[in-house]
Structure formats: structure tokens, C-alpha cells
């Protein structure tokens, strides 16, 4: 069983920036193993995949809406992923969620075994 848990949405401004952390913890969980993930859901959407970090050599892949805006990474001495978002936007307003899986990074949602709770992130003047 690992259990997810992020922090760090909020409330910011069209250009502004937000870090988001998803600690992960659970008997079985290593980053050499789990590939960590982010996606999102804005109101009335689907939940959308907006990043991946895999496991053991760390590749990162981005969905191209966030691409050069967003970065993904881990602390390995804490079991924490991180994405880093800057010059948001209003369209990047969701509820954003983090997953991890065994084995390699996929860009679909059923891939994934386990969830946080997930965090709002509101891009709005």
C-alpha cells in the first residue's frame, strides 16, 4: 500500500508561479521502482495527464499544453515530487493529483494504482 499526499495549491495570478508537493510514503514504495505522475481535472472534464517522472532513471515527459512551463522532480531523501509551474495561465485551473504506479511512465490515468487526494490550483485575476 503507499499513500499519497499533496500541498501547495492555491490561489494566484495569470503569469504567477506554484510549487506542488505530493509526499509519498508506504512499506513498499521506492522511487526505483514507482513511476510518479501528476494530472489534472478542471470542472466539468476529464482528469487530464500533465506529467510523469519515471522511475529508476528519472525521465521526465510533460503533455505539450505545459511544456516549458512546468517541471517535475523528486527528493529522493523524502519521498517528495514536486512540480513546479510557471506563467500559469487561467485554462491551467484544476484540481491537480498526484499518482505512482510500478513500472514506467504511461500518460493514461488506469495506469496508475494509487492517488492522492488531490490540490486546487486557481489561475485568476
Known amino acids: 500500500q503507499v499513500q499519497l499526499v499533496e500541498s501547495g495549491g492555491g490561489l494566484v495570478q495569470p503569469g504567477g508561479s506554484l510549487r506542488l508537493s505530493c509526499a509519498a510514503s508506504?512499506?513498499?514504495?521506492?522511487?526505483?521502482?514507482?513511476?510518479m505522475a501528476w494530472f489534472r481535472q478542471a470542472p466539468g472534464k476529464e482528469r487530464q495527464y500533465v506529467s510523469s517522472?519515471?522511475?529508476?532513471?528519472?525521465?521526465?515527459i510533460y503533455a505539450t499544453s505545459v511544456k516549458g512551463r512546468f517541471t517535475i522532480y523528486r527528493d529522493t531523501a523524502d519521498n517528495t515530487v514536486f512540480l513546479q509551474m510557471n506563467s500559469l495561465k487561467p485554462e491551467d485551473t484544476a484540481v491537480y493529483y498526484c499518482?505512482?504506479?510500478?513500472?514506467?511512465?504511461?500518460?493514461?490515468?488506469?495506469?496508475?494504482?494509487?492517488w492522492g487526494q488531490g490540490t486546487q490550483v486557481i489561475v485568476s485575476s
Open positions: 499518482a505512482t504506479r510500478l513500472g514506467g511512465s504511461l500518460d493514461t490515468e488506469k495506469g496508475y494504482d494509487y
Open positions: 508506504g512499506r513498499t514504495f521506492n522511487f526505483r521502482t514507482h513511476t
Open positions: 517522472l519515471a522511475r529508476n532513471d528519472g525521465n521526465k
